[in-house]
């Protein structure tokens, strides 16, 4: 990595939270969990991360939900297993969104698990904070080695 902050390369805050992932890859099914999330993305926790810019639909299981939710994902960055990042292993998905009413019910979703954690003084900071970081990162994308540019 260069220089870059984890702000910046992530786009934003992101609330500490496990949560199981379900994903399909080629012809098999995997079972995964996130490290965070926020409104524009999460991080996924696995040994076996799916190349930059893969496109994907992944089940998010979240708690006071009977079913899973559906979200379409972008694999944006990439940490290799063995390496020294903070998160581990994994990769960094950014949230695609097809429909406003989609993005307004996720970033509710979102909003919710990070009020129920924080409080909500401080999910509004960090909302705040995390919606100029996506804007500024609109135009910027990952090089092969998962860097902006």
């Known amino acids: 990595m260069s220089g870059e902050s984890e702000e910046s390369r992530r786009g934003g805050s992101r609330k500490p939270i496990e949560l199981k992932v379900e994903y399909k ?6 079972a995964d969990y996130t490290r965070n999330i926020s409104n524009g993305g999460t991080f996924i926790s696995t040994d076996k991360p ?11 299981q979240v708690p006071k939900l009977e079913e899973p939710l559906s979200i379409e994902g972008q694999v944006r960055w990439i940490n290799e297993s063995g390496s020294n990042e903070v998160d581990g292993p994994g990769m960094g998905i950014r949230f695609i969104y097809k429909q406003d009413a989609q993005r307004r019910a996720i970033e509710d979703m979102v909003e919710g698990l990070m009020v129920d954690s924080l409080g909500r003084l401080l999910t509004t900071k960090l909302l705040a904070f995390s919606k100029e970081a996506w804007d500024d990162e609109e135009g910027a994308e990952p090089d092969v080695g998962g860097e902006r540019k």
Do not use: D, Q, W
């Open 25 to 30: 890859r080629l012809n098999a099914f995997f």
């Open 50 to 60: 799916l190349p930059i810019g893969t496109e994907f639909v992944f089940r998010l």
